[in-house]
């Protein structure tokens, strides 16, 4: 019995994340996890620039949520934010559809300075987080540009043209990432995977937050062979997306909307299945994929229901067996 | 008598200005003439790039000056401002030496967006100006990059270097304006000339404001033999500056510090100086160069000041007779 070797000694986590859902496991993750244990591989593909500066909406959301000072009523952006600039930039006629705050602003604006510098992605997350106090990595999936675009019955859509300005209300018909044949894992993901004692795919959407990553040339095999357990959360819960349209882009994709569907987009890669109990009646189908099942509350409210997801996702992840 | 012709025609005045003091007597010019009568030429060598962003700070002290919405404290930056997107900056340990507001950053922003993009300074500028409501024409001196470099006794330094982030401190041994021999009068500037009836120095600094927008290749000949009167306002009274470092820079630049040496710097380019009341005495020998003199009230300390000095400098400017 495996278990709970995580509590003992170093445990080394390679998480997968997207924006909010993944952010929240992450953020349970690393309270459990001593300082350090911790790695996030984040999705870069629904970044996207505004007004020239870069922004990364994602890897924003990880850090935010990380450094404590995510707004905890959206998931996104910095608490207690103002919108003065956007308000400026309305005031001279600018169309202000993505919601920039002020101090999430200046991530932008310090980010694009210094891609325009020549520095990677990279190295500039990694500043940025250790300058917020974050003791875990978080890294962006690849340092070259990808970018998500959606084919809709209204043609193709960039991913936030999608996601934010359209509001999720286009059909998604099928996906394609502008740019994944010339990207590679970075050397800081492949340092993380190689010293990693589980992997752990986040309950991200699992077309546009999970589906990059995994995307990137060499990605889904080297995890795929990495002789550790690897373990998923499912972010379908009772038929629906916990957050966004996960939910509506599966139907629309021919996936079933349940965590069978979720699973069998990770066949081959992951060991066992975190569902929520609602979906308990799932895990025969599950395990018939070779997976193993917990079913548990995957839904997380606050602080408390993350670390104690994180808990029983450690249990259950070191505790299998990789195929 | 030509006095009063300004009060019952069209009179267009196309003023010269850098910072504070100018844009001062800019707001009182256009508070006292007809939409559309003021073209203001702006000092642009005082332009930098922070963190990529292309900030103008005299050209957005005209505009927001003109636009109403200038901090009245400073006479620079906007009124009410918020910080919050330099307080992060300087969280993620950057340098906030300069003091960028969230508002003033959307105009950063951008511009250098419409920049980057392949857009003249002139054509932001104009569009800005308007969505602010701004009736008067705000022309910087040229749309090619100029950068105002002095020399001291610690080396060169960058205008706000010396400026902002060293307070002024440093003794001016030189000026010299990198990139001025690729620079030209716009052809707004030339057009705003060429039907211009009066042209106005506003009280900003002869070395440094005023000093590179006549330095722009052919512009002070044109301004020269334009067939209109043209008249000064000196920044210098009792022998100091209104605001900043122009006492201090025309003494070590030997300059005279008074209206007198600051009429000498505008010899064969003006033909009226105005003066404050304190410095009555020094008229007889600015009159010996060959100008009229105006004493009055040249200190504006707000808003009716700087009409009622602005309606002054056009009863006493369009009476001129050009030389």
Same mark, same amino acid.
């Not at 050397?187 to 986040?202: F, H, I, K």
């Given at each position: ?131 917020? $106090?974050? &003791?875990?990595? %978080? ?7 990808? =970018? /998500?675009?959606?084919?809709?019955? *209204?043609? @193709? ?123 308990? $009646?799932? &895990?025969?189908? %599950? ?7 917990? =079913? /548990?509350?995957?839904?997380?409210? *606050?602080? @408390? ?19």
């Amino acid at each position: 019995m495996l278990a709970n070797v995580w509590r003992d000694g170093t445990v080394n986590v390679l998480a997968l994340a997207g924006g909010v859902g993944g952010a929240k496991l992450a953020a349970g993750l690393e309270a459990v996890l001593a300082r350090g244990e911790l790695s996030v591989v984040v999705n870069t593909a629904d970044d996207f620039d505004l007004w020239g500066l870069h922004v990364c909406p994602d890897l924003d959301t990880v850090m935010y949520t990380l450094a404590g000072i995510a707004n905890p009523e959206t998931g996104w952006g910095i608490g207690g934010e103002s919108f003065d600039a956007l308000e400026m930039l309305s005031r001279y006629g600018e169309d202000t559809w993505f919601k920039l705050g002020d101090r999430d602003l200046a991530t932008h604006i310090l980010r694009t300075a210094r891609l325009r510098a020549g520095e990677t992605l990279t190295r500039i997350i990694a500043d940025l987080s250790t300058a917020l $106090g974050i &003791g875990s990595a %978080i890294l962006p999936m690849c340092d070259e540009p990808v =970018a /998500t675009v959606l084919d809709t019955p *209204d043609g @193709p859509l960039e991913f936030q043209e999608y996601f934010v300005r359209r509001g999720q209300r286009d059909e998604v018909l099928g996906m394609w990432l502008r740019g994944i044949g010339d990207a590679r894992p970075t050397d800081a993901v492949q340092e993380a995977l190689a010293v990693a004692d589980l992997v752990v795919l986040c309950p991200s959407n699992p077309v546009v937050s999970i589906g990059p990553i995994l995307a990137v040339p060499g990605m889904r095999e080297a995890l795929a062979s990495a002789p550790v357990p690897s373990v998923a959360v499912s972010p379908i819960v009772g038929g629906r997306a916990l957050k966004g349209p996960a939910d509506r882009m599966l139907a629309s994709l021919g996936v079933e909307v349940s965590p069978v569907g979720v699973a069998r987009m990770y066949e081959g890669l992951v060991d066992g299945m975190v569902i929520d109990g609602v979906d308990g $009646g799932e &895990g025969d189908r %599950i395990e018939a994929l070779g997976m193993r099942v917990l =079913a /548990t509350a995957a839904v997380m409210r *606050d602080a @408390p229901d993350r670390a104690r997801l994180a808990r029983e996702v450690l249990d259950f992840g070191t505790g299998l067996v990789t195929l």
